[in-house]
């Protein structure tokens, strides 16, 4: 009786990890920004793993390896929102402009303009435009051109 | 297969397989915003999510393969892959004020 709740509990476990990393997957390849992409990478993708560690450390059971499987599962938990963080936030430091609901460029036009605003340097690595005063978003709300 | 850890039932170690399957085409699936994202950031954060992917087929390989060695490996892959994300994103602008 717990040997079946215990597998049915496991598959669904199994089950849900992989619905929230196809989410992640989706969100990833089709949200039209960085800023969104780093938000489902987040959340969905964390709740994946999450779900996915959970059921590895109930088919261990008790032993030595189910507390590694914890603390990899916690350490997912800090670390991978934090990492997201610091992408989205090293994008908005090269002034990378983020998509609007009312923009139908493509995510390459978007950084291609953003680029051409002289935000963004050439090679990626920004020599002269990390100064705070070309940090600024442009007045006109991301439409001009 | 079943010495390592006894109670785990030929069920359960073919879901684990079964699973770590689907992560890897997941990933694989992944490796497009990886080539194709236009900005740096967008490449660093699809090799990220790629990188908790990872983690987790290693952790059903470990079970479905009983070889529980590679729960290690788990754990140092996503210790480096935090480090990594961090770190890209901190080299990539000048002043780095990421974190």
């Known amino acids: ?145 | 297969m079943s010495t390592v850890f006894p109670e785990t039932g030929d069920l359960v170690t073919d879901v684990f397989l079964v699973g770590a399957a689907l992560f890897v085409l997941l990933a694989v699936a992944l490796l497009y915003r990886a080539v194709k994202g236009p900005s740096t950031q967008d490449r660093v954060l699809a090799v990220n999510v790629l990188g908790t992917n990872t983690v987790v087929v290693l952790a059903f390989l470990g079970v479905g393969l009983g070889e529980s060695s590679l729960l290690d490996i788990a754990l140092v892959y996503a210790l480096l892959n935090f480090l990594m994300a961090v770190a890209i994103s901190k080299f990539t602008v000048e002043r780095g004020g990421v974190l």
């Open chain 1, 1 to 145: 009786m717990i040997e079946a709740i215990r597998t049915a509990l496991i598959v669904g476990c199994v089950l849900a990890a992989l619905f929230f990393t196809l989410v992640s997957t989706a969100g990833v390849l089709r949200l039209p920004d960085i800023y969104t992409r780093a938000h489902t990478a987040s959340q969905a993708d964390t709740l994946g793993a999450g779900f996915g560690l959970a059921a590895v450390a109930l088919s261990l059971g008790w032993e030595t390896a189910t507390v590694k499987t914890v603390l990899l599962l916690f350490f997912i938990f800090i670390t991978n929102p934090t990492a997201a963080h610091a992408i989205s936030r090293a994008a908005d430091e090269q002034g990378i402009e983020p998509w609007r609901p009312d923009d139908d460029r493509s995510d390459l036009r978007l950084y291609r303009d953003s680029q051409e605003n002289g935000h963004i340097a050439d090679g990626g690595i920004s020599a002269d435009t990390a100064g705070d005063e070309e940090r600024q978003p442009p007045e006109d709300g991301g439409t001009n051109r």
